[in-house]
């Protein structure tokens, strides 16, 4: 049942590294992930990878396999060809700290960016009233475990690193999205600082970050372009300018 | 390697969280609203811990679906889950603080499922009489964890806005390994410990601590926990002076997934058996049959041809053995595996494919079909699952008064969630440990600032810091040649086939041999590589606290003479009334794990009143009935 | 200065991807097709002939207002006179193409698409692009990307004229009514590609239900949008089906006017 699996593996850290040749068992129905831990209990003790749940739950096991990115446990070996050699490297858009771990605290920085979620005044627990309907957008959102495929994948930033200033990434934008879209949220302003602060016009749509997302969440459709409408009705359409301009002369007289 | 004082990086916090799950977070939360300085520690990156995995949902009696439901029968549920072997205190004050923290969980942004009238929805679950628990779709933990930790971005948020800096009061420390509690003159002091990504050392003074470590599930070989549930906060607390209290009961699901090692540890749910699954050995023997008890012979039926009947006819026939209760099922699996019967990875078959359709399956067991399909390629329509007993939670746990969660014998220390011992009694019911976390861990953050107010911070001294320092610096300046992993497989073996599910004395004294030898090698534990991010080095301290949880389990395992929830003897089946009213203490004398007997509390008379007394007679002895609860 | 994945703080790997599978088939089969469309419909734009063929006129080339138009092909009249430019007369689909193009242009799928295959931004994912600077679509020319619903309201009255295109349809080259032929088909194919395809439009979900925060205050429009989100999932394919159907409709016309085929009549 066992087979012989050629891996390349990226070892190195800040100053250098290189994909090195490992060859390993593997058995019917394993991961990658797991091939990784035979590597490390068998042959590198110290190789370094991030990991949690092994479950596809927790979005630890980030990492890029044949250039893809995507996490090592939902990552079947039986998905290559029986001759083909696996290559596995760190996620390219953050630092690298060692072997297969990045340094992801770009995303948490980001976090802190995003303002909270804002109840109504005065609302008291256990007093809010909400519609499944009217919650189900937003619980799409909060599916996202936070395993940052989306944001190594995104080229606005994996690409260029002068970009990481002024934009939040997708990650970012299905938090923003979540927030706007919540029925009990007071902050009136997402919208405006989504495209100001966020750097949501410096998204292109080109879908990278839906494609590798492991939990299906469509952050492109459901959440950066309804994003990119709402900023549109705030600031770029004049008729809903001219309309707001009005609305506020009339509160005048 | 040994860093020099002078360049140790220091932290000064009023208080300070090890553990960044569920409980962890909502004392950080607490504490800081109190006005207080926090460090959370987190041993991963934050917002990874195993209160993701939770999927069922919170129990809580808001009796949003079923009025009748309330604090009362929420305790009653408890206490008969936990075989009246739960601290009462704990249950009483988490069945009347459980709805009050989900619905706080909402103002802080958390979207729960709704029901028509649009309050938050509540399942049923097994144990609980109502629809009680909490949920969004499978993902409740989830929800949990990102709702806690978008609290405390929420208060750095405020923090930054009014004293300039989003870290002033709440730092997140993530991916970094606490190794020691440090006392000075009997109190708390702080925490020693090192950054995984360097392994630069770090000293945190601090004159309270919590501990919300969670579980100890990777002291065993087949688990559904994640590699952090190393028992760390069970072991910190047994080397700070604490106490473990009923370290033998653990949860274990009789059907987990054994092999292959993608989905090794994850639970097959009893619905599988429910809908046609049939056990089979390595001879292909349905063996279910032969471990009929006796009391169970006339409702299961003893030949395959009446049993594959009650599927189409429940009426005329009796129930297929597969369904007999979960202890039943656990001994016989167990049994055919030690008999030599079972696969090579110790475990035996479980087939749903032969009796359903491909489409039959799909249906009725969706997220099994879909979770081995895509993480193992195990197509369960197909082919047979190969499942045995698999570790799943942790009921013993750190000794602490219920009110305040301070740990017993170590002033300053407090402890929450699984890392804490006595809610949940001998078997925790499904969806009570999300809100354990949320009302213990406030109560710990309570305890914390209540205990600030009558003390003061002690320095920690130089002695304890190098004796610290030493420590860290051992697994790289040892020779003896020992693997941690290697080690590490050879412990789980020895919990799994000794101290697992069904147990005996003779294998319990075994097992306590065996630690003990895996004690002295422990001592020759070599790592290789550098410090920095190095698993090998990580896994020789998490090795000596899941040593001390096996020890403690073991001992613990082999005085109690009864079975009893998570505790399963085979040479002592029954329960036993008089082994009820005691707690198993588990203590470190600095060479080994010390158990003691000591009497659990009575309950009080207006608890007492709430059962059936005909139900209590059933676990208590005669006079504890005579007497109707302590005044 | 090395930037991107090649930044100094990034694992030191030097290939521009490690992907193994044929990542660049896609973007070439979106680039090949989109040009060879651009040169058909450049082509047929500046043909100015063979565009109408009682009762078929060719999508291209409707609603035909100028005097230049070919007679009875002028469904709204001809407002414009004829136009000439350096001495030619100005083609008629060129005053109403911008139209269409710019409604595909700004579409959410096509800018996936072509910045894509065309600019290379990035080619495919997690494969390194060519450019050192990157602004998206924060300044001009891309911000006027977020003029997308206007052209997605013109896009409507041109649904509507090419609908009643497709209804003339129903008649013979005598204009009676009653009559089907292949050409019917054809264009009222087209029609309904183009509305299922606006339909499916992003903007057309926003403007329907996706812009309100409470969905259970309005069952109408959230009917509305969860049959619009529904249409909105295959939008990739609606646009490239409506535009293949654009080009076909236009083809099948253009043959049919310069008598290369028949245009088959069922009844």
Known sequence: MARKLNLRIWRGNR???????????????????????????????????????????CGSCSMEINGKPRLACMTQVSSFPEDEEITITPLRAFPVIKDLVTDVSFNYKKAMEIPSFQPPEGMKPGEPRMQQVDVERSQEFRKCIECFLCQNTCHVIRDHEENKESFAGPRFFIRIAELDMHPLDMLRNRKKKAQEEHGLGMCNITKCCTEVCPEHIRITDNAIIPMKERVVDEKYDPLRWLGSKIRKREGIL | MTNNSAALERH?????????????????VEAREAGLRVAIICKSLFGKAHTVMAEGGAAASMGNVN???NWMVHFRDTMRGGKFLNHYRMAELHAKEAPDRIWELEMWGALFDRTKEGKISQRNFGGHEYPRLAHVGDRTGLELIRTMQQ???????????EHGDAESFIKVFAELTITEILKENGKVAGAYGYWRENGNEVLFEAPAVVLATGGVGKTFKITSNSWEGTGDGHALALKAGGNLVDMEFLQFHPTGMVWPPSVRGILVTESVRGEGGILTNTLGERFMFKYIPDVFKDKYADNEAEADRWYLDQDNNRRPPELLPR??????INSEVKAGRGTEHGGVFLDVSKRLSAEVIKKRLPSMWHQFYELAGVDITKEAMEVGPTCHYVMGGIEVDPDTAAAVNVPGLFAAGECAGGMHGSNRLGGNSLTDLLVFGRRAGMGAVQYLKGTSATPVSEASISKAVQKIAAPFTRTGGENPYLLHQELQEITHNLVGIIRTKKELDEAILK???????IQNVTVSGSREFNPGFHLSFDLDNMLLIAESTAKSAVIREESRGGHTRDDFPNMSPVWRQKNNISSFNGTEVVVKQQTLPELPKDLFGLFDPHELEKYMTQEEMAKGGSN | MATGVFSSSRAKISERTLRTDKWWLQPLITFSVLILFIIYATFRAFENGNYFAEPLISPFYSPCLSAACATGSSLLGQPFGIIKILGMTLSPALLILIFPLGFRMTCYYYRKAYYRAFWMSPPACAVAEPHSKYTGETRAPLILQNGHRYFFYIGLIFNALLTVDAILAFRNSDKQWGHMSVGTLVLVANATFLWLYSASCHTCRHTIGGRLRNFSKHPVRYKAWTIVSALNHKHQNFAWVSLLGVAFADFYVREVAAHVFTNFYFF
């Open chain 1, 15 to 57: 100053e250098s590294g290189s994909l090195q040749n490992i060859s390993v068992d593997a058995n019917e129905g394993e991961v990658v992930l797991d091939v990784i831990h035979r590597v490390q209990a068998e042959q590198i003790n110290d190789l370094a990878v991030r990991w949690n749940c092994k479950a596809g739950k």
């Open chain 2, 12 to 28: 000064k916090y009023d208080v300070l969280v090890i553990g960044a799950g569920g409980a962890g977070l909502r004392a950080a």
């Open chain 2, 67 to 69: 009025e009748k439901d």
């Open chain 2, 151 to 161: 609290r405390i971005v929420a208060l750095q948020q405020k923090d930054k806005q």
């Open chain 2, 327 to 332: 202890d039943e099922v656990a001994r016989a």
């Open chain 2, 515 to 521: 630690i003990a030898d895996i004690r002295m090698r």
